[in-house]
T-cell receptor
């Protein structure tokens, strides 16, 4: 899977929106952008994914730049439960079937 | 939440003993995966399965074997456990192995090899 770059950590306040950035300048045309998160002492949890268009689901929104070289995961109203490590992962169509996890962004939520 | 369970959740074993970890799903998903998570390495793929009796190796498959005799169960075996296999093991499932599909993870098994 192609490489992604994320900030090591970010801090936000409870009940405020959070924008988590991810750079993927070497993305290819068929790579999907996936986001997972991992709460302390739990398994990774699927958040959202997309290819070219922005995506929304009950957990978050995914904003994809027009050139697809970056994306932003948006948590509309952070809660303490959103404190986790967030992973931005590119998945190649036809590539290896596993997910390649980087170091992710450690999101800290202040009450 | 996807129906994925792992057993045991915790295990301590001695070097040289065989260990089998079980992943069970109730979603009827075709693909199943085993990952390990270690500090400083993130999650790494050990083996995966794309159907009953169909498996393939991942990034860190040495020292591990897998079996899948039923859609719902995927077993990970350490034939002779070593201290380097002390880790947290996660199972995941997916409807498809293509990039357009997400994976759902189990709660993990913490294995300590003494």
């Amino acid at each position: 899977d192609a490489k992604t770059t994320q900030p090591n950590s970010m801090e936000s306040n409870e009940e405020e929106p959070v924008h988590l950035p991810c750079n993927h300048s070497t993305i290819s045309g068929t790579d999907y952008i996936h986001w997972y998160r991992q709460l302390p002492s739990q398994g990774p949890e699927y958040v959202i994914h997309g290819l070219t268009s922005n995506v929304n689901n009950r957990m978050a929104s995914l904003a994809i730049a027009e050139d697809r070289k970056s994306s932003t995961l948006i948590l509309h109203r952070a809660t303490l439960r959103d404190a986790a490590v967030y992973y931005c992962i590119l998945r190649e169509e036809g590539g290896a079937d596993g997910l390649t996890f980087g170091k992710g962004t450690h999101l800290i939520i202040q009450p | 939440d996807a129906g994925i369970t792992q057993s045991p959740r915790h295990k301590v074993t001695e070097t040289g003993t065989p260990v089998t970890l079980r992943c069970h799903q109730t979603e009827n998903h075709r693909y199943m995966y085993w990952y390990r998570q270690d500090p400083g390495h993130g999650l790494r793929l050990i083996h995966y399965s794309y159907g009953v009796k169909d498996t393939d190796k991942g990034e860190v498959s040495d020292g591990y074997s897998v079996s899948r005799s039923k859609t719902e169960d995927f077993l990970l075996t350490l034939e002779s456990a070593t201290s380097s296999q002390t880790s947290v093991y996660f199972c995941a499932i997916s409807e498809s192995g293509t990039a357009a599909y997400e994976q759902y993870f189990g709660p993990g098994t913490r294995l300590t090899v003494t």
